[in-house]
């Protein structure tokens, strides 16, 4: 079935490092990908997305291309400041309007 | 200001008294969905509604009923809750996937369950 599967955390990093964070997936068709973003005490949110092969997705920083060729979305950012520390979770969705989540990874930005 | 909104935001309960934990959106989706949070396993949907008294199961529904009379809510109801079902709660809804490809979560800010 679908299921998506990302790097295990807690990840920790200094202001300023460069951040990658993996993700890949296995889908039927042709699913939408997406990174959300869990702030402490918050609900999820939706960090970026791209819904087509080779779309790049970014904001706030972060950058993630949709890989066809190798089931990736892995997202990216050149360099982390402490409000980045937060859980995320990179996502696809399929034709029926169901999310599929992946775990999880905890990131921990020190000063 | 568009958004989904749960209550209560924390409960603490006793094994088979049972509750409600609602949810409301003021956004005319209408994909509804709830999503249990446990430490190492992520979010897990728990079940989904597509439309208004139209609601079906997702991967972990045993011990959870929900309803759909109106759009905008959604409850999640334990008739008989036990220990396992304490949890992060999340409720979420969204537009459905039309002519218009990935569309957003919106997720309210969760329910600490605790049954003790």
């Known amino acids: 079935g679908d299921s998506v599967t990302q790097m295990e955390g807690p990840v920790t990093l200094s202001e300023e490092a460069f951040l990658t964070i993996n993700c890949t997936y296995t889908?039927?068709?042709?699913?939408?990908l997406f990174w959300y973003v869990q702030y402490p005490g918050e609900g999820l949110q939706l960090l970026l997305k791209a819904t087509k092969a080779d779309d790049k997705g970014s904001n706030k920083g972060f950058e993630a291309t949709y890989r066809k060729e190798t089931t990736s979305f892995h997202l990216e950012k050149g360099s982390v400041q402490v409000s980045d520390s937060a859980v995320y979770f990179c996502?696809?969705?399929?034709?029926?309007?169901?999310?599929?989540f992946g775990k999880g990874t905890r990131l921990h930005i020190l000063p | 200001e568009a958004q989904v909104t749960q209550n209560p935001r924390y409960l603490i309960t006793v094994t088979g008294k049972k509750l409600t934990v609602t949810c409301s959106q003021n956004m005319n989706h209408e994909y509804m969905s709830w999503y249990r949070q446990d430490p190492g396993l992520g979010l897990r949907q728990i079940y989904y509604?597509?439309?208004?008294?139209?609601?079906d199961k997702g991967d972990v529904p045993e011990g959870y009923k929900v309803s759909r009379k109106e759009k905008r809510n959604f409850p999640l109801i334990l008739e008989s809750p036990s220990p396992n079902q304490t949890s992060l709660y999340f409720c979420a809804s969204k537009q459905r996937e039309g002519g218009t490809r990935g569309t957003e979560a919106f997720f309210g800010q969760g329910t600490r369950l605790t049954v003790v």
């Open positions: 509604s597509m439309n208004v008294e139209v609601t």
């Open positions: 996502a696809l969705l399929v034709g029926d309007d169901k999310i599929i």
């Open positions: 889908a039927t068709g042709y699913p939408s």
